[in-house]
């Protein structure tokens, strides 16, 4: 095994020129993992691993080199909430007293969602993320 930078000193919100199972760039996420570029079936999406050191079975990251730190403006985070599609209102989960839980708006009086199939959530893509690290798969 080739010699990688240790977790302890990986710095969060900085690139890394990394080698993983799906991944040749991430971003450290402060958590122990790696936010870059995945491609499957087709479709490229972002996408978390975890470092070597956080151990079986998801330890998967050997980060190389650190080629510095995102923009300030860019989030460290694989998507950015959740949207109710049809309304484009934000919506969170919030587990219930019984644990059951649902999707409630939050950019009011928190009511729930209406449950499924007309009540769906849907994810809102960190495409500043995105953009930036598709400059280091093109290079």
């Not at 087709?42 to 510095?68: A, C, N």
Request: aromatic residues 14%; negative net charge.
């Amino acid at each position: 095994m080739s010699e990688y930078i240790p977790l302890t000193e990986c710095l969060t919100g900085h690139v890394y020129k990394i080698m993983s199972r799906n991944l040749s760039h991430g971003v450290y996420d402060g958590l122990g993992g790696f936010i870059g570029i995945r491609e499957k079936f087709g479709d490229r999406y972002l996408f978390t691993e975890y470092h070597w050191d956080k151990g079986p079975p998801y330890g998967t990251v050997h980060p190389e080199t650190d080629l510095g730190p995102l923009p300030d403006a860019i989030p460290v985070a694989e998507t950015l909430g959740y949207v109710d599609p049809a309304t484009g209102r934000p919506v969170s989960w919030d587990f219930g007293i019984d644990m059951n839980g649902w999707y409630r708006y939050c950019d009011g009086d928190k009511e729930p969602m209406p449950p499924w199939p007309e009540g769906k959530q849907a994810n809102v893509p960190n495409t500043a993320l995105f953009d930036y690290l598709m400059q280091y798969e093109e290079a």
